[in-house]
């Protein structure tokens, strides 16, 4: 599975984004898919992930009630919605593939195989 991620840009506090990862691929719908970010001077941390079909979804506690992922299987696309910016969001963001065996969310990200080339995203104060 090969990622592209864009969507990343410049955006004041309070604002909002909104992310894709573009998919290759025939077994896209076979993959649990997350975004990560890393700041810089920090470590890579976990954002959101998703399951297969989108039945299950999981948020870090940081952006839960700001951040949705979704995923359209028929476009091999997954998307990060970003809502309510703040200036600590401001990050390169990482769209990632995990190849599972059941439609979980998959929370570390040694379990994911697949990165895209990631998608900077500042948020001013």
């Known amino acids: 599975v090969q990622l592209q991620a864009s969507g990343g840009g410049w955006v004041q506090a309070g604002g909002s984004l909104r992310l894709s990862c573009a998919a290759s691929?025939?077994?896209?719908?076979?993959?649990?898919m997350g975004w990560f970010r890393q700041a810089p001077g920090k470590e890579r941390e976990f954002v959101a992930a998703?399951?297969?079909?989108?039945?299950?979804?999981n948020y870090a506690d940081s952006v839960k009630g700001r951040f949705t992922i979704s995923r359209d299987n028929a476009k091999n696309m997954v998307y990060l919605q970003m809502n309510s910016l703040k200036p600590e969001d401001t990050a390169v963001y990482y769209c990632?593939?995990?190849?599972?065996?059941?439609?979980?969310?998959?929370?570390?990200?040694?379990?994911?195989?697949?990165w895209g080339q990631g998608t900077k995203v500042t948020v001013s104060s």
């Open positions: 990632a593939a995990a190849g599972v065996y059941s439609d979980d969310v998959v929370l570390l990200s040694d379990m994911y195989r697949y």
């Open positions: 691929g025939r077994t896209f719908s076979r993959y649990a």
């Open positions: 998703i399951s297969w079909t989108g039945r299950s979804t």
